[in-house]
């Protein structure tokens, strides 16, 4: 989209945009190209009194032009059009922060291609949203600020992006809170039903030696799995301390001695080296599950650490 006269063209640095020449339509053109600066000017005056009005003038930006060379370019372009120049229309970029009534922030950079607001629809990119949304609400949020602006073809649609993002970000708000409550609810609910079977232990296993690293690590990821914490000591001798849910220990025990329906064990000849099943009230070993190096007095001093150092002695170094 461009404008031109009978005149030679006056020169002016090419940007990002499609040349078109004045004809019949060129008024057309250009009254599409004066509404654009003219929205721009317009959010301009209104954010910068907003900031001015919110006593945060000298705070982070609210609106924003990321393309001042292309935006003068366009206003040259209005003023000359008059004396027959030929130029190529540029597109105007402008980012712009969007708060929730919460708090929550989104900054959006909204694209003017040639052509807006009559003939192209704004182009809208998320550039961040609020920590709080995980990566499917941000797609949703960037999917319908863009299908806003489509819907907005032909008009100034700046100010209605905005406030679309403000209303979708308050939308999701509100669904997260809702979940959250709901997942406290449940998770009430069973701890209400389940705290009295729940039972804690510790498996002490010995073997004399795991060196593979495949081995190492089908150990720590199926410990993690059953969401055991504890250690791994690799090396000669090898050993294992496993924490947490009886029925996990029990599990991931069976899956060591090769349980037929968790293929991966190592030999029922594990079970042999299984030297210390402990009852416990509570976990005293770290929640997730972790190899050490082959240092079996590091492995004993994290045993002194959290308090299973007899439990060590006894199982491990065989002394009690």
């Known amino acids: 989209l461009s404008l031109s006269a009978h005149s030679s063209p006056v020169g002016f640095e090419g940007r990002r945009g499609v040349t078109v020449t004045m004809a019949t339509d060129a008024l057309e053109k250009l009254d599409t190209l004066e509404r654009a600066v003219l929205e721009i000017e317009v959010m301009v005056s209104i954010f910068c ?12 930006e609210e609106f924003a032009i990321i393309t001042p060379d292309a935006l003068e370019c366009a206003r040259t372009i209005i003023d000359a059009t008059q004396n027959e120049v030929a130029c190529e229309i540029p597109r105007i970029d402008v980012e712009v922060v969007v708060r929730s009534t919460s708090g929550c922030c989104s900054r959006l950079r ?47 649609a700046m100010m209605e992006i905005i406030n679309e993002c403000r209303n979708v970000m308050e939308d999701l708000e509100k669904n997260n809170q809702l979940r959250d409550q709901i997942s406290e609810e449940v998770c009430a609910d069973d701890t209400l039903g389940t705290n009295a079977e729940i039972m804690l232990s510790r498996r002490w296993i010995w073997v004399h030696h795991i060196t593979k690293a495949e081995r190492l690590k089908q150990i720590v990821t199926e410990a993690q799995h059953l969401k055991l914490g504890g250690y791994l000591k690799g090396g000669y001798p090898g ?33 042999h080296h299984v030297r210390g099943e402990v009852t416990v009230d509570k976990r005293q070993l770290p929640d997730y599950f972790q190899e050490l190096e082959d240092d079996m007095g590091k492995l004993g001093s994290l045993c002194k650490e959290f308090g299973v150092e007899d439990e060590f002695r006894e199982f491990i170094l065989q002394h009690k």
């Open 49 to 60: 009194q907003d900031i001015i009005d919110d006593g945060q003038a000298d705070g982070e």
């Open 239 to 271: 050993v294992i301390v496993a924490e947490g849910d009886s029925n996990s220990c029990d599990e991931f025990v069976s899956w060591i001695k090769g349980s037929k329906s968790r293929p991966g064990g190592f030999g029922r000849n594990w079970g």
């Open 110 to 156: 909204i694209g003017l291609p040639p052509g807006y607001p009559s003939i192209c629809c704004a182009k809208v990119t998320v550039l961040a949203a609020p920590k709080i949304f995980p990566r499917n609400q941000r797609d949703e949020l960037s999917t319908k600020l863009q299908c806003r602006a489509e819907e907005l073809l032909g008009s100034e």
